[in-house]
């Protein structure tokens, strides 16, 4: 029987390789803050799952790949903002 920890964790590693399929298939790029952000969402779930099945290895990739995709989110958007800057300015 699947526990709901489990459940939340095959979630987010669908999110995880729903995202980097995309990737890989042209339906996302790396600067999309959509692709950042589904692998946000699939690291919080994956490290919930693992708060009650501990894997101190697997905890730590993702404590790293949060924070990895976190900047990525940031850089997107702030390239994101200003090219939309430079479009409103006329530049």
């Given at each position: 029987m699947i526990t709901f920890p489990d459940f939340v964790g095959f979630v987010g590693v669908a999110f995880l390789l729903g995202a980097y399929?995309?990737?890989?298939?042209?339906?996302?790029?790396?600067?999309?803050?959509?692709?950042s952000i589904l692998n946000i969402i699939s690291?919080?779930?994956?490290?919930?799952?693992l708060l009650y099945a501990f894997n101190a290895?697997?905890?730590?990739?993702?404590?790293?790949w949060?924070?990895?995709?976190?900047?990525?989110?940031?850089?997107?958007?702030?390239?994101?903002?200003?090219?939309?800057?430079d479009h409103q300015s006329g530049g």
């Open positions: 399929g995309a990737l890989q298939l042209g339906r996302l790029k790396a600067d999309d803050p959509l692709y690291v919080v779930l994956i490290a919930f799952s290895a697997s905890m730590t990739i993702q404590i790293f949060f924070f990895i995709s976190l900047y990525g989110l940031f850089k997107s958007l702030r390239a994101k903002r200003s090219k939309n800057e």
